[in-house]
C-alpha cells in the first residue's frame, strides 16, 4: 500500500517508518504540525524529520504551516487547558484532517499518524479522529505497541536527532516549563 504518514518530529517517525516498510509499504512522510511554536521549533523538528527520511529512503512532503490559522481554529478559547486537555483532541483533528485531503488529493491508499507511538498521547482517541476524517482509508497503528517507544527512542539516538522537550504548541511549551520548574 502506498501510505501517508503524518510526522510530528524525526524522533517519533522512526519506529513508525521502519515498522511500515517492513510491513511491504510504501511510506511517504507528511509534515504537517502547523501547532508547533516557535517557528526556530518548527525547523528544527523538521530537519530531524528529513534526516531520518534520509536515512530511510522515504519522502518528505512539507504541508504549508499556518500557525496563526492553528491558534484560530484549534486553540481559541482553549488556551487554558492543560496539556492532554480538550484543546489536543482538537489539534491532531486540524494535523489529520490535512493529512487525509493530502493523501485523498495525491492518489494514496491509507494514512496514518506517527503520534501513537507516544506512551503520552491516547491510541483510541486518535484512532477515532482519524476514522472520522478517512474512514477504511485511515490505517490504525498503535505503533508504541512491541516496544515501540524505545525502539523509536534507539533510532533517534543512533541517528543524533535533535530531541524536543514539549508537544509542540505554545500551551504545552507553557506546561512543560511549568512542571521543569515544580521538579526542583
Request: aromatic share 10%; net charge positive.
Amino acid at each position: 500500500m502506498k501510505i501517508l504518514l503524518h510526522a510530528c518530529c524525526g524522533i517519533c517517525a522512526g519506529h513508525c517508518v521502519s515498522t511500515l516498510l517492513a510491513q511491504g509499504h510504501s511510506v511517504t512522510l507528511f509534515y504537517s504540525n502547523a501547532n508547533i511554536a516557535p517557528h526556530e521549533e518548527f525547523e528544527k523538528r523538521l530537519a530531524a524529520l528529513q534526516r531520518l527520511a534520509e536515512h530511510f529512503g522515504v519522502p518528505v512532503i512539507v504541508d504549508r504551516p499556518d500557525h496563526g490559522e492553528w491558534l484560530e481554529q484549534v486553540a481559541k478559547g482553549f488556551e487554558n487547558e492543560p496539556e492532554r486537555g480538550a484543546r489536543c483532541p482538537r489539534c491532531f483533528g486540524y494535523s489529520l484532517a490535512r493529512t487525509a485531503n493530502f493523501a485523498r488529493e495525491h492518489g494514496f491508499d491509507a494514512f496514518t499518524t506517527t503520534l501513537t507511538v507516544s506512551p503520552h498521547k491516547n491510541s483510541p482517541m486518535i484512532f477515532a479522529v482519524g476514522k472520522s476524517l478517512g474512514g477504511n482509508a485511515f490505517l490504525e497503528e498503535d505503533f508504541k505497541k512491541k516496544d515501540g517507544f524505545k525502539n523509536t527512542n534507539a533510532i533517534a539516538r543512533a541517528l543524533e536527532l535533535y530531541r524536543q522537550r514539549y508537544c509542540g504548541c505554545e500551551f504545552s511549551l507553557r506546561d512543560a516549563l511549568k512542571a521543569s520548574r515544580e521538579r526542583k
